[in-house]
């Protein structure tokens, strides 16, 4: 389900966070409604973003780069996000870890 003026309620809005997996890190570039920016080993992917709140204060986004589908779920009371990469041949990856602000 697409529901595209959740983005705007989406707290990250206008912010850049950091989520360190462990043996990766990566930044997610919120700072334009609706969109996210992100790092791929080739250069920066910016890409439509999805949003849904589902529940107090835990919002599940969804996003795609040049491969792969992501979902992802923030839990912004423990600053966590589990992410979910499905590839095209149907194999999937999980991510766990920690949320951290960037200042911009």
């Not at 595209?4 to 990250?12: C, Q």
């Not at 890409?47 to 839990?75: G, K, M």
């Amino acid at each position: 389900m697409d529901i595209a003026g959740t983005n705007s309620a989406f707290p990250l809005t206008g912010q850049i966070w950091e989520i360190n997996y462990g043996d990766r890190v990566m930044q997610h570039d919120y700072r334009v409604p609706g969109r996210i920016s992100f790092p791929l080993p080739d250069g920066t992917a910016t890409t439509d973003l999805f949003v849904t709140q589902v529940d107090d204060n835990v919002f599940a986004l969804c996003f795609r780069d040049q491969e792969s589908t992501i979902i992802a779920i923030a839990n912004l009371v423990a600053y966590t996000m589990k992410s979910f990469i499905v590839l095209p041949e149907g194999r999937t990856m999980h991510y766990a870890g920690n949320l951290t602000r960037i200042p911009s």
